[in-house]
């Protein structure tokens, strides 16, 4: 019958045989051996060296037809570039050819509703940052002055990161601990939003120096290190690993917070 594939790779090797219809939503779809019927394929990669009975309906990045390919409908086909769909002489299309070019997706740093939303994202972390120093302070006074408290401080974030979701669904197995559960979890959610309004107000302090003690040197500070860490955290390539960072490194400065004032405290 038909073959419906979601998978790194759907393939009909060359002794293969399908006698209805392929559907593949792959990274690599490919028939060297025989599909009866139609062959729609949404794929990175789409290759033909066998035989597709009616209709090849292909929306990919690159398409090719070996010499040993034969369709026997119609080739539509959706790709980004045109010279990334290849049919080798001697493939056998029975019916037309339609070649659609995908229009390239502009680049989100050309789009004004980019910065729009960069600046709102901006004030909302300030202003909940500017709140959560009001009410405790003491979140904001980390200072990690070598390299190795520096990096001490972002493994402790790791095993916040790593080791909270765990304890969290054993808390939440019994019912005795499902609210203690879900608590954590909101915790857990507010640290991972929190983690770059701590980190911001640490480079910030750090670059300008500013003790933090009062408002508006917290202010100033905070948004010198937001602004820093946007810019930084949507640069291509390498924006999404500093935005990981960000996060080990925030979890890490308020669970050493917490736990000093605790210890004070105490």
């Not at 972390?125 to 500017?130: P, R």
């Amino acid at each position: 019958q038909s073959l419906h594939g979601f998978a790194q790779r759907v393939a009909i090797e060359d002794a293969g045989r399908v006698d209805g219809d392929m559907f593949a939503f792959a990274g690599e779809a490919e028939i060297d051996g025989s599909l009866g019927r139609d062959l729609v394929a949404f794929a990175g990669s789409t290759g033909v060296g066998g035989t597709v009975g009616r209709n090849l309906t292909a929306h990919t990045d690159r398409l090719t037809l070996l010499s040993s390919a034969r369709v026997g409908g119609d080739l539509k086909a959706t790709v980004r570039k045109q010279e990334r769909m290849r049919i080798e002489p001697g493939a056998t299309i029975g019916g037309k050819t339609e070649t659609r070019i995908r229009p390239a997706r502009a680049s989100r740093y050309a789009r004004p509703r980019f910065y729009f939303w960069q600046a709102i994202q901006l004030g909302a972390a300030l202003l909940t940052g500017l709140v959560l120093f009001w009410l405790f302070p003491a979140l904001f006074a980390a200072r990690l002055e070598t390299a190795g408290a520096l990096l001490r401080t972002t493994g402790v974030g790791f095993l916040v990161l790593v080791a909270t979701p765990v304890a969290i669904i054993l808390a939440g197995i019994t019912v005795v601990g499902l609210p203690v559960a879900l608590l954590s979890l909101a915790l857990y959610l507010a640290g991972l939003y929190l983690a770059k309004v701590f980190v911001a107000a640490f480079v910030g302090q750090a670059l300008l120096r500013s003790p933090g003690g009062q408002i508006k040197a917290m202010a100033v500070s905070l948004l010198a290190g937001l602004a820093i860490l946007f810019v930084a955290t949507n640069l291509p390539y390498v924006g999404g690993w500093l935005s990981f960072l960000v996060i080990l490194l925030g979890l890490g400065i308020a669970l050493t917070q917490v736990r000093s004032r605790w210890q004070q405290a105490s």
